[in-house]
């Protein structure tokens, strides 16, 4: 198969509460770009993030705004900022997801849970999934052949009706898997 | 198994000719500390390495000298420097490496060839190597498990008596796997 394979970069996604602390009273978050799942969107708007140790400048905000507010780092910002933001996947129970951070442009944020490292996952609409033989939650094998082969296990499938089809990775997998727009994957199990 | 992984950043190999070039005339480049293979080191010396895009300052030299200069940067910097540089193994045949960098301290260097992104590789001793029915140029699979579970494929056997057995990636193929200092890496064929 020859399918959409997203790659993220950090970024983060903010509640209105924490949207208003960090751009003032009454902000809202304007659109960029569309990003691959419907609905979804790159904001203008971008924050930095503090850790005990270092500071990442530059993250884009997700929009839209979310009951919760999510920050999505790479796992060697980790090492920059001097947390221990766990894996976890995008949207789910954050109870366990470390947070230490603090965040700003205008206000301040303090971070107290919600920091991770997102899970690779795999989107698609219910439809989709069962054609595959899939379902909500399953957990497959996607593998990246190529020079810098990969099979990526713990992929979590994230099936539902107003999702588009994509594999989601971040940057780091993305490299590590040498992907280019041509790349091709495919479900081994 | 829980054998040593060794990670490498993007790092420098320099012929005797480009130490001169870059520090000055018989300059000896110096040793910061040891590395995982024995008779190899981390200098104190570093340069910067510059594409037709941007720059990256502060890449380690590492020694003794080689009789080709090789500078192994990570996937991510191509997109740094907007070079495109290949996945090749590390002393391997460097014809087809593109080079197309300036680097600098002192002097400078222009890169003709041997720009490359590093293949994975499982270093080890000859006897090591015929232990686990292995020999030099193989290629294998590694599996990491864990909640970044990957499969390397494509990993290259270098077996040579002086060789001290690690596996070795980079900093890009460690965060995907999410390997921490005790994780269990086991050849699946």
Redo the contacts between chains.
């Keep these: 198969m020859r399918l959409p394979i997203w790659i993220s970069n950090r970024h983060i996604h903010l509640s209105q509460i924490d949207v208003e602390k960090l751009f003032g009273k009454g902000y809202q978050l304007t659109k960029l770009r569309d990003i691959s799942q419907p609905g979804q969107f790159a904001c203008n708007e971008t924050v930095s993030i503090s850790g005990p140790n270092g500071k990442i400048q530059n993250v884009r905000v997700v929009g839209p705004t979310r009951k919760e507010s999510q920050w999505e780092i ?3 910002d980790n090492f920059t900022l001097w947390t221990k933001a ?2 976890k996947i995008s949207g789910g129970d954050m109870n366990e997801a470390e947070g230490v951070t603090v965040v700003w442009p205008v206000g301040e944020v303090y971070v107290t849970h919600g920091l991770i ?1 997102a ?2 996952h795999l989107h698609c609409t219910t439809k989709e999934a069962t054609d595959m033989w899939l379902k909500n939650w399953d957990i497959i094998k996607i593998k990246i052949p190529g ?8 992929v979590a499938v994230r099936a539902r009706d107003d999702y588009a089809l994509d594999f989601h990775i971040d ?3 993305a ?4 992907i280019v727009p041509w790349s091709r994957w495919e479900i081994v199990e």
């Design positions: 790479l796992m060697w766990p894996v490292v899970q690779r020079q810098r082969w990969l099979v990526f296990e713990n940057i780091e997998e490299n590590a898997a040498w």
